[in-house]
């Protein structure tokens, strides 16, 4: 008698059985398929199948037509396999365990910005190599409609690059480079939508019922049934997740710009087509897929349509067709959401990596306030991760900074939420009075008042004012404040990142506002090209991007140096000084104490442990006791053995 779907999920060795039988029943056409790599298939499927057959059960067992699709996996899995280069099929034997290394460093550029096109990049290689970054986020590169391209987030061709960059082989040749110098490829997976030119979407317009299904067409009455509970996330560029099909009437949900429509996952069809996409790109030597809005992918009536249920086994069974045809491949997570739903995405199943948009945002915050007690209660309850994972620390991306902390949290502080989100934008829009920053308002909304801000590093932390008014003092403050960001981004424990122009320090480039394809969406005003003669600066000290790009520099030699700051454990400390950042690393016995002054005052701290402290910064000697921090001082403290 069969088994019910029920039974299955329910019970592990009756679903064993089940992918027993049907590795029996499939071999046949899966072998001629995986060609050479079939014993590796098979057994690669003995382990994983029981795991895929639970996630495909628990998101499609309901279609009448659940195993025809499972059947239709199996066999691109098979095939991607058999096309897997030689080099990364080396790779896939690898553990990877690289980014928890003291040595690890992530960069993240747009090509042609950074580099011209494919070509140029690998010129800018000895450039990646001399900064120390060996894990290199290539944004965005395939085809996209022209001007709506969100940035190119908004795909029409996976396996097309944009021309004006080289073509995808070209773009292969980069990638096995890459690898080569040891700088690991990531790219993105922007698999939440297409944009309305690729071939599924030109097909579901021209009414082709398969196709149609690939998305939403919603009519009026289905639409409301969603609408009422979704967040608006472009609402100056319009309003509402739905935009009307001219032919038909139909409403497409489109959570971004209603040029990028939402893909319909409750199909497994959309899965399928998707998971090809994705070993595609893997077998070109994507090292990192980054999934793109992933918070979104499954959508469910009645609900806000975030972080379901169903959006995490969605990802983890991507995740099990990676383990089974790319093993090397890892996936971060892109979840700009509450902290507690971002870590619900970070597990060896699903995310091994992880954008940290809360200390993203409380770095800023700290900074704003000079005071540290939102950043470490926050990060008390939300740093902690499965240790086979790692954040990826950043300070500035492509994107704006939105306000994403717990406001129960900040309750608890005696601060409101809502209020202090309004002031931050205040502060980083430069209207607060004092404020050091100039960053532009992101996507203010009318109704919410809700609001994000975008700039550059080196603009948001007040080099471009203090080099406007000519202040020397507040240049020095401004470059103390990107030191001490970047030094807890590359010691608090995971991979820093960072967005490439922010080592040199380089500003706001306002030049959008003219642009009638960019005018309306501020984020280019952090999407800035960088030339051949700013990097030059990186090695003339001298030069404002040269004092910026050598204390980096000097933070990454020492972090190098240092053990405990990749495989460690994380501490968060109390201080004790409200304006004191406190973490603990440990390794093997191994500690580090970091200390953190978010003021331009002078601090104090009572190391209580007795004994004295050598700061591997400076290589200064600290006696327990009392100690001082100057303005803005970090200390990286190690005990002085006896
Ligand atoms: C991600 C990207 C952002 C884009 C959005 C929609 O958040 O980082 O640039 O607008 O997804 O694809
Ligand atoms: C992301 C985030 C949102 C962000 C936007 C792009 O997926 O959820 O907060 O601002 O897309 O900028």
Known sequence: MQATTAQLLNQPELLQQECQTLLKRFSQLLKPLAKQHWPLLQSRLSEQLPVLLRLY????????????????????????LANRPDYLCQLDQQPQDWHKQNNQ???ACYVDLFAGDFEGLKQRIPYLKQTGINYLHLMPLFKAPEPNSDGGYAVSDYRTTMPSLGSMQQLAELMAELHQQGIRPV???VFNHTSDEHSWAQKAQKGDPDYRDFYFFLTEAERDRYAPSLREIFPEIRRGCFTQ?????????????????????????????????????????????RLDAL?????????????????????????????IAAPALQFKSEAIVHPDEVVKYIAPTECQLSYNPLLMALLWNSLATRKTRLLTESLKRRFAIDPHCSWVN???????????????????LGINPEHHRHFLNQFYTGQFPGSF???VPFQQNPVTGDCRVAGMLASLAGVEQAQLQQKPQHLEHALARIYLLNSVILSIGGLPLLYMGDELGLLNDYSFSQDPAKKDDSRWVNRVKVTETQLVQAKKPASLSGKIYQQLQQLLSCRNRLAVLGQGSTEILDSGNPHLFCYQRELAGDKLLALVNFSEQTQHLLLPATGSYTDELSGQRYQAGTIQLAPYQVLWLTPVSS
């Open 57 to 80: 059960l628990s998101l499609y067992a309901e279609r009448y037509d659940c195993y025809f699709h499972l059947e239709q996996l199996l066999k691109s899995l098979a095939k991607s």
């Open 295 to 323: 918070a979104f992918v499954w959508k469910e009536a009645g609900s806000n349509c975030e972080n379901l249920p169903k959006a995490h086994l969605l990802i983890q069974a991507f995740n099990a067709v990676a383990r």
């Open 187 to 189: 790219l993105d997976f």
């Open 437 to 439: 920053a100039t960053g």
């Open 105 to 107: 460093l992530g960069g």
């Open 394 to 412: 950043y300070i500035r991306c492509h994107d704006d900074i939105g306000w994403t902390f717990d406001d129960n949290v900040a309750w608890q």
């Open 245 to 289: 099909d001219p032919a038909s009437g139909l409403w497409i949900w489109t959570t971004f710009n209603s040029f990028q429509w939402d893909l319909n996952y409750a199909n497994p069809a959309v899965f399928n087509a998707m998971a090809e996409e994705m070993l595609f790109l893997a077998n070109q030597g994507a090292a990192v897929l």
